[in-house]
């Protein structure tokens, strides 16, 4: 995109829209766009050209690096701001620094501010499959919240009892987009996959014991879905499918 | 979905609308829609449940499976019918026993009649990182045309060239879903989906050799992307991630 | 077994039910109990100590290694003899050289003489999930065929689309055990496991490409199965699931 | 089910055994037989469907949500209530809420109630390879207590001392199906499995270090056995077992 | 030992039992201990360092390479050639060229010479636990015989009927060492290693499917043995282990 | 073994030998060989069957198990007992039940009690490549004391320092085996085996991080040696290296 | 670098070196240095970009696609061209296509033209460990002289016989950079980077059976090799190492 | 290289240069150049073999004998001493002990003493492509400090974002080498491998969860780059690529 832009202001200068001095400035500006704290450099453009802000990952991350970072982001960009994966320290840190803050405990998540509603009256619905799914699930539902999507919730509904999911068929076809969590050995999205024509993201999670490998038997099980057109992402990554539903609401939105 | 029905036979019979003997019919038509053919069970209502009617899979199944299959789907639902990952004996007895199939020989496929266009203005873009990704990236093109979606494509533009990418920066932008192909590392995905605010998705290919692992390197390298909302199909599986992206097109076309 | 053998003659001298001599032959008879072909140990005691007897396990052996054991076991045994994973050739060997030898080519088996049945009156219960499951499906299907077992088959009921499978409940209740074969997620068992409370044998199959790596993920989501008491064979291991479903009808038939 | 049972009213109308409002009751009430507790849905027809209740996984929740599970299947079942994979304070909550709650510390569960025997006079055999496998060995025998079935124990017995398994190879041969719970090579099911002809279900256990992997060494052995018919569950998974043999024993009671 | 030669030279010039001419001839020698032929460097002085001579591996070498370092070990050794793991050309090749030559095509070796008898009057025993085994332990008992050690073999006698392997309980105690060639789950070293105090050798065969992966799983059943003191070689090593095996027998002998 | 136990008493009975009360006396002391402890059965023939008593592996057991099981194979052994990784409470426990125990701390073993040496007047050899190897090959050296073997240590002699090791070129060539310890790439034991004709036993350790996977580096690069004859034990097994190492050394003895 | 591009076009028509029409043709020009043959994107700056010009990699590829590639990048760039693992078809087309193709069966490489010298004194030496390694070591030689960069070559020097390596101490010391190429435990270049201080690249092989995983172990050896800054490139890719060496040539060169 | 030092001895006192016994007391001396402490042998010639001292690797030792090879090595070598993977116990140690030290606490190393600065003018660019990396990118960073590199860094850098490496790219161009450190996809060295004609060392970093398995994602994709030239080190080895850029700059140097 720098290229467009440079040729944007070449056209511009061409034109006499814009002086030398005053392109220059404009680069400069957009130079700009990513600031240094030395440790980590902020994205401030990305919503402009993916649609979302940066998202700050809390895992390895020092609580001072997380609430700069958080500050740099809000400041610069003025809007919501989501930390995932964050220890209970970090998470009462944002707390403390951002009055507006709210934390999803189980989810371990902090959002600053609000998103505006995207422009999509179909809500993304998250599936989990047990009881133990539940923080992955929440991760994105918080996610989802905060990229501005209307989202609904049915939870511990595995397939070792089949009805439990079956009575909830209608909300299953109302949906925009599904995000099915599950662990063990990950049937249900195939399942959810079988019975609607929306996209259906396949959350694997690290739930089980044994040869579930922290979710590889999961993963495994997404991927060689016999059901059409279900996409997967990283083991708990709750937060990625809800990135990806919400690129799903976006597109169906304009 | 049999749930629904019956609730509905039931509550026709309760208003009397239906007589018993008439639901008994409807019951038995319902229950023929499969059809055993002994060593296959084909799914009629797949496209009434999920947007889109079977897929026949040709691998592993005899040429003459595969024909009666096809003459089975053809027969009952009308509507296109695909076959992938078709040997060349395959191919040529569709080509033989069907006038109007049209047959891709790198993407092994044959399709047999024509789809209705979706009603989405906006393309699907694949994209290919090399020119050995070729036979995956065209089953993606041919499932997506099976599928009655607009297609455009881009190939050859890995990220060690990163300016051969950046040149289409502008098609990228206009997509509805773009589908990125890509084997060895597996980093265009990753490339793509900071470019782009749109749903991507990643098909790992089994190109490259050694600690590749026939695609394992680029399948983990996608589940891993630090691209927000990537989501990822099993290795060089062109025709799960063509369905993924016909599904947002439907979603987007509603 | 030895030691209660040798215990028992022991006593019997003891008793002076046996003479000195007449232990002795009958303790050469019972080194007799299995033969050195000097390439191959048939173990002739087998179907008195687990109740079946030793099979032939054709992969690896040459045409005429199976024929000679195939040979030693009818004549020492008088029994059925069943042979399994045979090349086209070991097979035509076999039907040349045993006139009451019946083929399965689909399943790779040869299978001389007749096997009483067991008294059971319900069936075994062989389900595969997909068409190309149905190599494995069969060789449980002549495995239970030889060993006995009245079986029953349901074909091509997988998941993505439930209805095919749910039709046959009835039959599925009826069952005195479940052999469920199914490849790539392999999620069909743990559906099966939670409708019907009869044992379930699991057995994955190398059906898949990708990240299925050759039958593994669908391994794998079986032993994570969240259906209690689903157990696994190893993958493609037909003979193995009908033999374990063998030991459950001897077993309910005592 | 719900196919079945909708089927059912839908007859008892037909035959005016019902009037619509009666079976619109029973209707609601079948809907009734899972309980949303919010995070939980506990399936209260499990009993009736697969012959066992639902057994609460206790690892990943917390002392709240296992209680109260608990108490709603206590009530809802009026049956046995078994938790397994138990934290000590969670236990201990157990035992403090349910007077009639046993617990065993080495299994790390608790059982509220107690089970009806199954007919079946012969044992469920439950043998160990080592001592550092009784954990796995102790949760099996609670859950098989908890189903209703009759239970031996041999542990210690394995293969580098062989004469301490031979020796008790009456009560080998006297059991209904046998578990055999082993870590490191995991070569104790095959021995067992060439000397009976029961059903035999394999543990691998995660004991051992280094090349066993966690179990993994122990799960391949077994997959691979060379005696005929064993199946295995998941490493350390002694309730999946005793799940799988109780599975038998109503089988064979029946 | 290049260092001990030198200063050996260094020691005798000191003492003028050599001058320096002959010194340098001396060197000169030591540095012709190995010949190029361009593509390899026969180790001469192996037999000298290490107790036998190098061995031809004949995989991915082709029929004239092999031939031209068979040459240049006979020349210049003297001593017995022994190749392994021959393509059937490059064996007819050498039985070709050195009239002398035996060939064992199971084991697929070709043997040139006779080793002198290793002074140990114990025998190296090589077991196998099936048929299928045979080809590795056919190569381990070649190599034995080209090393010079007395061997007698006894095969299959795996664990599922335990009574074959017991019956040679006396040869079992007689050996200096014993080589244990099994596949599948590689159970018998652990049995074989819990009944004799002699070394175990313990080589993994890639005999097996599914889940044996080529061998892993005996292997890693074998690196777990319960049986203190059971050593292992790579998968198919036969050659390996009778190596070990003579490094066992000479210093026995010694 | 018990075989020709049954066997010689047979035979004593029929030559008047033994009466039936001495020799059903004899049988019982046989059945007493072995004693349960509950939750353990310790093997008192094990040192007369393989040349050396049980060891107790002290991993996964309780304090209380470890001593109770060392008393009892102390009183019915009479000879040295050795236990291996041991917790320091454990190890604290046995020292203070038994007054001639002795501990090392760095290799986690006491040993109670002290071994007639073995006829052999040459030592073992244990060699480590660093010395973050030392508990792993201190484990190996009490082991070997334990068993009555002459042993000698060098220790941090890694390859990447060559002449460190070539300077004990004349102690490698003395040994009788040699043990080689060795972590990250566990290049140690092939050229180890390059320099000395003697077994030689390698032991990969879970030194590393990384692409070390806890010791499968060391452990694969040590299967794939090049030189001819050296065989592995489990990563971390110092004392499985060692129990070979006395296999060898009492044959070498005999 | 298009950035650095259009900034420095943006230069030049603000000091008016260049005109409009000028900076558009030359902009044009830009876009012209890759181009489309449609399968594929040929790279005609990386020469400028990084050194060296794109190489075909062959595999994948028909015989068509790599002639008219080579054709292309002959053409545009008139340097040399390179293409690698060549099938024998496609290689004999190159030679037949291009008068001055020189062809090394050996390697699979074909090199069209020559390359100017590096003006660098000092070789990359080419070290391989067995004669089985010599297919990559060529490889890797081809590139390196298609690279412009003086080579010399020492092949079959394994770490088994240490004493072939070590007398070629002084070639060692001369380099400018060291690529070893090693299968099976690939511990050689641990030992050759504790000899030298110039970089040192490692190439592990394919070569090697059972637990090498096809080149996985020397794999993995390498990259935890005890030897400091020792680097690694993918299995058998001699070409990648050739090129890292070329990249450390054009540095030391410079 | 004891060979070469005995040869020139050999020579000397050939020649006359030295006596006898004045050659015996060099041959001490160079025994010497590594010493005993027991649990260790510094390599004191290390630095003149290599071109840097021996680093002490902290993990796995304890406090003291960190301090004592410390010492060691100061003492013999009086050239800087560079200790890495350091407990904070251990750091503070080193830190009390000598005065001269200094520590990174992000980089976990004490470095004693400064290295004289290798003669080349162009910096080692050190770059991660996030901030999670920066431990691994500052344990580089002190080892080239400490190797007397120049060296300059740019952090948090990622693909996802690629303006934010693209803004670099004169400092790209002007380094002798790149150290890319990275984690999760690890795709960022094939974009700059791609855009510089400089050697470039990737580090892949355990930073990641899920199928990231503790950096293996990152390491495959590594591996597996499409840009030619690329090498790699083990996971988490900043350590090794910093040594690897050292070795080329005193190549350039050179």
Chains 1, 2, 3, 4, 5, 6, 7, 8 share one sequence.
Request: a negative charge.
């Amino acid at each position: 995109m720098m290229r467009d832009y440079l040729a944007e202001l070449f056209a511009k200068i061409a034109t006499e829209e814009l002086s030398f001095v005053e392109a220059a400035e404009l680069f400069q500006k957009e130079y700009r766009n990513s600031e240094t704290l030395g440790f980590a450099v902020p994205d401030f453009s990305r919503a402009e050209r993916c649609g979302f802000p940066e998202v700050i990952f809390g895992h390895g991350k020092t609580m001072e690096q997380i609430c700069a970072i958080a500050k740099s982001l809000r400041e610069k960009t003025g809007g919501v701001v989501l930390a995932t994966r964050l220890a209970p320290e970090a998470a009462a840190a944002l707390m403390r620094d951002f009055p507006d803050a709210k934390q999803n405990e189980l989810a371990r998540t902090v959002t600053i501010g609000e998103a505006p509603a995207l422009p999509c009256a179909k809500p993304v619905l998250v599936i989990s499959a047990g009881t133990s799914d539940l923080p992955v699930a929440e991760e994105a539902g918080e996610t989802l919240l905060a990229l501005g999507c209307l989202t609904e919730k049915i939870y511990d509904v595995g397939v070792a009892g089949l009805h439990r999911l079956l009575r909830h068929e209608a909300k299953l076809r109302e949906a925009v987009a599904i995000v099915v969590v599950a662990g063990m050995e990950g049937a249900l999205p195939s399942v959810v996959g079988g019975l609607v024509g929306c996209p259906v993201i396949a959350v694997p999670t690290s739930v089980g014991y044994g040869a579930s490998f922290g979710g590889v038997a999961a993963l495994l099980g997404m991927l060689n879905t016999c059901a059409a057109g279900v996409t997967v992402v990283n083991i708990d990554n709750g937060f990625g499918a809800a990135s990806a539903a919400a690129r799903i609401v976006r597109t169906a939105a304009n």
